[in-house]
């Protein structure tokens, strides 16, 4: 079945202590997005990676890292977690191609930082 | 990319149609109309996209209008399970960031037995 998984689903934490969530997508997808959303903001993009080894901020990097060493995996890393990255992650990936690409999105990881 | 306003939110009645309206009367010729759902914080999942001609899935019809300026959405027999926030979003296709949505608030469809 053409997924993507995210774990963990819950994670509660403390401030400082780093983390990562985990995206593994099984579609051979080029490209591969992290999305927070928070109440009444929207979805709004963290970071993306166009292929293996490529990456770029999206609109709200601050306080997130990536890294895209192999083409399946894209690992969100919060060095020091602040309660302001309390929020509902989503990973996403798609084929990239000059036309249509439909964005598949995984089930998502509900993060609390105390 | 084009922005989008839709109606915040929407009822409908079981085994009805729902019929979502999205306005984009910024949108360029070459953007598309895309729409995705969000059923109570799961991971957003597409429905349908277009262009300029109406087009047909397994799940929804997206009617556009000619100028393209605006289009709808139409659930041809909503079920309990359709209740969820449904946004509508142009984008174009190619470039830099090509797989980057702008979600807006979206319109949140309660869909009652």
């Known amino acids: 079945e053409a997924q993507v998984t995210q774990n963990p689903r819950y994670l509660i934490t403390v401030t400082g202590k780093k983390l990562t969530v985990t995206c593994s997508q099984n579609?051979?997808?080029?490209?591969m997005s992290w999305y927070r959303q928070d109440p009444g903001l929207g979805l709004r993009q963290i970071y993306y990676?166009?292929?293996?080894?490529?990456?770029d901020k999206g609109d709200v990097p601050e306080g997130y890292k990536v890294s895209r060493k192999e083409k399946r995996n894209f690992p969100l890393i919060l060095e020091s977690p602040s309660p302001n990255q309390t929020s509902l992650y989503f990973c996403?990936?798609?084929?990239?191609?000059?036309?249509?690409?439909?964005?598949?999105f995984g089930p998502g990881t509900r993060l609390t930082v105390l | 990319d084009a922005k989008t306003t839709q109606p915040p939110s929407m009822d409908c009645a079981e085994g009805r149609a729902a019929n979502l309206p999205c306005n984009h009367s910024?949108?360029?010729?070459?953007?598309?109309v895309y729409w995705y759902r969000q059923i109570h914080s799961q991971g957003p999942q597409y429905i349908i996209h277009?262009?300029?001609n109406n087009e047909t899935n397994e799940m929804a019809s997206l009617i556009i209008t000619e100028d393209r300026k605006s289009s709808t959405l139409i659930l041809p027999h909503a079920t309990l399970r359709d209740t969820a926030v449904y946004y509508c979003?142009?984008?174009?296709?190619?470039?830099?960031?090509?797989?980057?949505?702008?979600f807006g608030q979206g319109t949140t469809l309660q869909v009652k037995p």
């Open positions: 996403a990936s798609s084929r990239r191609q000059g036309g249509t690409d439909t964005q598949y």
């Open positions: 579609m051979n997808h080029e490209y």
């Open positions: 990676s166009m292929n293996v080894e490529v990456t």
């Open positions: 910024t949108i360029s010729g070459n953007e598309y």
């Open positions: 277009g262009l300029k």
């Open positions: 979003i142009v984008r174009v296709h190619g470039s830099s960031n090509t797989g980057k949505l702008i």
